[in-house]
């Protein structure tokens, strides 16, 4: 059976992102919409937290935190910028291990375009 600690998880939907992002330096001059959908493990479970915010994980100073990053850059592909989120949250936060869905919205006849991918802390040696 898992652990407490590998259930417990906090999901942020669809966090709207502006970004200049793409290819073409034409397509970066402007930028675009993005979201991006992040499942964030902390370190403790939910039952060690106590109830206070400082033992968690602050999900509005992740949001932040992504936005910053994100409105900071100018990355040619989605891939790249999607591991650049996954690298920072597990710098910043107190995580175990992220996945994060980033959507462009950027084919006339397709809803989105979505890259996803999940990273974890490196165990310590």
Known sequence: MKAESDRDRIHVRELELSA?????????ATPQRLTVTMTLWPTESFAAMGDELGNTVNYAA??????????????????????????RLLQVFPLRRVEIELRKFILPDVKHVAVSLAREQPEAK
């Open 20 to 28: 200049h992002i793409g290819v073409p330096d034409e397509e970066r």
């Open 62 to 87: 992740v949001c932040r935190e992504v936005k910053d990053l994100v409105a900071a850059r100018k990355d040619k592909l989605i891939e790249t910028l999607a591991e650049v989120i996954a690298q």
